[in-house]
C-alpha cells in the first residue's frame, strides 16, 4: 500500500525562467559590491575577517582588565 502511493507520486520541478530576478547573466560574482579580482583582495579580506572577529576579543579583555 505505501509503496504504490509513494510511486504514484510524481516530483518534478520547473524550468529557471531567465526572467527571474535572481539570474545575474552578467556571471558569478556578478551581484557582489566589491572585485574579488583585485591584486590586494585576499589582504583586506584577512585584514577585516581579523579585525572583525578579534575586535570583540580585545574589547572584552581591555575592559577586564580596566582600572576601577
Not at 584577512?46 to 579583555?61: H, N, Q, R, S
Amino acid at each position: 500500500m505505501a509503496t504504490s502511493i509513494i510511486a504514484r507520486r510524481g516530483f518534478s520541478s520547473t524550468r529557471t525562467q531567465l526572467a527571474s530576478p535572481f539570474h545575474y547573466p552578467e556571471g558569478p560574482r556578478s551581484n557582489i559590491p566589491f572585485n574579488p579580482h583585485t591584486k590586494y583582495f585576499f589582504w583586506r579580506y584577512w585584514g577585516y575577517m581579523t579585525a572583525g572577529f578579534g575586535l570583540p576579543f580585545a574589547i572584552a579583555v581591555w575592559q577586564t582588565n580596566k582600572s576601577k
